[in-house]
């Protein structure tokens, strides 16, 4: 990916040279207005939300106080949602203030609406797109599965000001990509390399764009498209409003918004340290890889004796999610898997049986640990434990969304010790039962490889007919 963005022209930007633009709309309530500082602090506290910058304005408590326009407010209320999150209640009048905005906030918290209102607010404000223009509102995210998310939340609440927008990202064809950005797009949701390659072929530009936002930003600084960030945001004009969304706030993280972000106001939802959802039950069990299989097994028939249920099961390969998913589904057990070697049509139609409860168990790689917004997912095991505590979290976080509660099972082996510290802290924090075996190999260092054993080496061949595999004799 070393090359990709080396056919960007360098652009020498000077901003009393450009068109000036909107992008400041907030008008405070008044009964915002009149909360004490006090009150503001108590709510703030209650929601475990802290700030930081200068003229943070102060959070609302209701749809109505956030001063949304009639047409904005009619698409949330006909969404039954009761009230803002927390992520929202002060997100909501920062980003409208025109402000660069960093927000930190678990997965499943409510932060794509939190920009993607106000992005519509801001499209509403400025002239209208001539031939040739590119899109108003970017927003970069790292994978596919989540910028498909982010497009349908923007379909659902830009409907009623007719905004056009399109996903652009690879795996797929890039004709009805490149014909949606020849008509012209109010917001464009991107991958970087995707919209790189888009660049570079000429067909768009980033002259107009006037709100930017990063979502999952330590997500794709994990992935390793820091160069092609960097390329990107050189195409856009500095005097932009830029809106940098994370889970975590590494210092890779902090880098980049100290590089991109103009005084920027920042908010954190819960606990700055490594911490995973209090809403979720975490049960760690202490296994060899020999062990793994008939473990699944029992956890699977006790979990889907309840209809209602779905499980997110995480392997640590390719190979490993299709051979469990065979394995699964000769037992009976309406499995199917996702994994970054799918073709894009066979992931889109796997999550759309897992997301109508047609198969409840879906089988994944870490390429799913982010960006699947998948409600109500009530269990998630991982059968191999991830690379580092951060994708335990991440991975974890698919269950316990939107204010529910949900179960997360691990498998940890010996292979795993080196990462046993990190996994008894993080339980330890979000105060859960930890297996004395777990605490034990805390107090011996090294350990082996990445534990992706007991199925790696089971039959091979034919990942992709893993999925059309028929199901025996049903287990459920």
């Known amino acids: 990916m070393g090359a990709l963005g080396a056919g960007l022209k360098q652009q020498e930007w000077d901003v009393s040279t450009l068109p000036k633009f909107e992008k400041s709309f907030y008008k405070e309530h008044e009964d915002v207005a009149s909360r004490t500082d006090a009150e503001v602090e108590a709510f703030r506290r209650k929601h475990q939300m802290t700030i930081a910058g200068s003229d ?30 927390a992520i929202q209640s002060q997100g ?48 970069l995210a790292p994978t596919r599965e989540l910028a498909v998310q982010i497009k349908q939340e923007i379909d659902k609440f830009g409907r009623s000001s007719r905004i056009r927008n399109t996903c652009v990202y690879g795996g797929v064809p890039k004709g009805p990509q490149i014909r949606d950005l020849s008509r012209g797009v109010e917001v464009c949701i991107a991958t970087p390399g995707r919209l790189i390659d888009m660049l570079e072929a000429g067909k ?7 709100y930017l936002v990063l979502d999952e ?6 992935m390793g ?11 856009i004009r500095p005097d932009r409003q830029t809106l940098m969304w994370s889970a975590t706030w590494p210092k890779e993280v902090r880098a980049l918004a100290t590089d991109f972000l103009q005084d920027f106001i920042q908010v954190n939802i819960g606990s700055m340290d490594l911490a995973a959802n209090h809403r979720i039950t975490q049960i760690v069990e202490v296994v060899t890889d020999m062990e793994k299989r008939d473990r699944m097994i029992k956890h699977l028939e006790k979990v889907m004796e309840n209809k209602e249920n779905k499980i997110l099961i995480f392997v640590g390969t390719k190979r490993v999610a299709d051979d469990i998913t065979r394995f699964l589904r000769q037992d009976g057990w309406p499995a199917l898997s996702i994994h970054g070697d799918k073709q894009q049509n066979e992931r889109d139609w796997v999550l759309d049986q897992f997301k109508s409860a047609k198969s409840p168990i879906m089988v994944a790689t ?30 974890i976080g698919r269950t316990g969304r939107a204010g529910a509660k949900g179960t997360a099972i691990t498998f940890f082996t010996t292979d795993n010790q080196k990462q046993a510290r990190d996994l008894v802290n993080v339980l330890q ?16 260092g090294g350990g082996g490889g990445r534990g992706y054993g007991g199925w790696g080496r089971g039959r091979g061949g034919g990942r992709a007919n893993a999925n059309n595999m028929p199901i025996g004799n049903r287990r459920w």
């Not at 939190?114 to 223009?133: E, F, K, M, R």
């Not at 768009?204 to 006037?210: A, E, G, K, M, Q």
């Not at 870490?366 to 434990?385: E, F, K, M, P, Q």
């Open 56 to 85: 943070v304005p102060k959070p609302v408590e209701t749809f109505d106080e956030a001063g949304f326009p009639r047409y904005v407010m009619d698409e949330v209320k006909a969404q039954g949602f009761p009230a803002p999150t």
């Open 204 to 210: 768009t530009n980033l002259r107009r764009v006037t």
């Open 92 to 139: 909501w009048p920062m980003a409208l203030s025109g402000r660069d905005v960093v927000g930190i906030a678990e997965t499943g918290s409510g932060k794509t609406l939190t920009y993607c209102l106000p992005s519509i607010v801001h499209i509403n404000a400025q002239p209208l797109l001539a031939p040739g223009d590119g899109p108003i509102v970017l927003v």
């Open 225 to 235: 498209f820091e160069p092609q960030i960097r390329k990107i945001i050189s195409q």
């Open 217 to 222: 930003a330590d997500r794709m600084l994990d």
């Open 429 to 444: 924090e979000a105060k859960q039962q930890i297996d004395p075996r777990l605490v034990e190999m805390t107090r011996y």
């Open 366 to 395: 870490d390429v799913a640990s982010r960006g699947i917004d998948v409600r109500n997912i009530t269990h998630v095991l991982n059968y191999d434990y991830p690379n580092n505590s951060e994708d335990y979290i991440h991975r």
